[in-house]
């Protein structure tokens, strides 16, 4: 490794994508999600003062997702957070459950310029939705989104483009081939596949998991399903920008974590100001503590990101023994 390559490992530019957490509460039960069974940090949301006082650390900001543990509708200053961070150039999204969507959330969204909304669904009929979700919301959901969609053709307005996302389980998976007539109904320009995160909780389990166990039967659901979206004009993908058998399959490195460049290119930062090295790690983690790298309420975003212990997991996290929550990085989780 040269000189200058190695000083870009232990000192990288500051991120250009942020991940800010606006709110720790949540509307849902999701027997999938930490926060029913506890979460890691004190309920709270995030206020505007606290919020300014993180993103104007970040000199430039491309790309910012305003959620994390919680639902960000739940937060009143949402609409002007966004509108803040579009009028700066960033492009922005946040993930929902769409419960809290109203008319006038629906509208704040539209004006303050929000690039994409990505709706959690999990399931295509109610029944399985209160059963994976812990709230019988599936028609509210559904109802609130054909709204937005009204709304944006009356305001002739393209954005925010809405995405359905769906967490593969061995007890929903059958429910992929109605996602294409939900998207089409609510006015959705995508289906996205995501891998379960799994740590032991409610239905997050291994035995839950297709992860490198895709079935004849299973794989012929998400291939059906890729056909109707495609003859649908539908993008039809996974987390990571990648196929969804792809995400789905085992990966051949013996040591997936370490092709991870989050810890040199994103931060995440919670409701409570702690600097986190991705989205997932809290969700898995046994350790807490061990993943907060510094907190931005208390130290510069230059002294966190340049710190000694964000230089010491960029360099654990490329060894054959990477930080705890690391290790499960590309079988928990995708890349």
Request: proline share 6%; charged share 20%; net charge neutral.
């Amino acid at each position: 490794m040269t000189p200058a390559a190695a000083a870009l490992t232990l000192r990288p530019p500051l991120p250009r994508s942020l991940y800010v957490e606006t709110t720790s509460r949540c509307n849902s039960k999701c027997q999938t999600c930490i926060l029913t069974f506890g979460g890691r940090e004190p309920a709270e949301d995030l206020t505007w003062p606290r919020f300014r006082q993180i993103v104007d650390q970040f000199p430039v900001l491309e790309r910012v997702l305003l959620h994390g543990i919680g639902e960000p509708l739940l937060n009143p200053d949402l609409p002007r957070m966004i509108e803040h961070l579009v009028a700066r150039g960033a492009h922005v999204v946040f993930n929902s459950n769409a419960i809290s969507l109203s008319r006038a959330r629906a509208t704040a969204l539209i004006d303050a310029g929000l690039h994409e909304l990505r709706v959690s669904l999990d399931a295509s009929t109610p029944e399985t939705y209160a059963r994976v979700r812990g709230a019988d919301a599936f028609d509210k959901v559904l109802a609130n989104l054909e709204r937005l969609r009204e709304i944006k053709q009356e305001r002739q307005a393209v954005r925010p483009r809405v995405s359905l996302w769906f967490t593969v389980m061995r007890d929903n998976i059958e429910e992929i081939a109605g996602l294409v007539g939900l998207a089409t109904r609510v006015g959705a320009s995508g289906i996205y596949l995501q891998r379960l995160v799994y740590n032991g909780l409610g239905l997050a389990t291994a035995e839950q998991s297709l992860h490198a166990r895709l079935g004849r039967r299973e794989a012929q659901l998400i291939a059906d399903a890729h056909a109707a979206a495609t003859a649908a004009s539908l993008d039809f993908s996974a987390s990571g920008a990648t196929a969804p058998e792809i995400s789905l399959s085992a990966s051949p490195d013996a040591k997936p974590w370490s092709a991870c460049r989050r810890p040199w290119s994103l931060a995440y930062v919670t409701v409570h100001g702690n600097v986190l090295p991705c989205c997932i790690a809290p969700w898995i983690t046994a350790h807490y503590d061990g993943i907060v790298l510094g907190n931005i309420f208390r130290e510069s975003i230059d002294e966190i990101w340049w710190g000694r212990r964000y230089q010491d997991f960029r360099q654990a996290i490329q060894t054959d023994t990477p930080p705890e929550p690391c290790a499960g990085c590309g079988v928990r989780w995708s890349l």
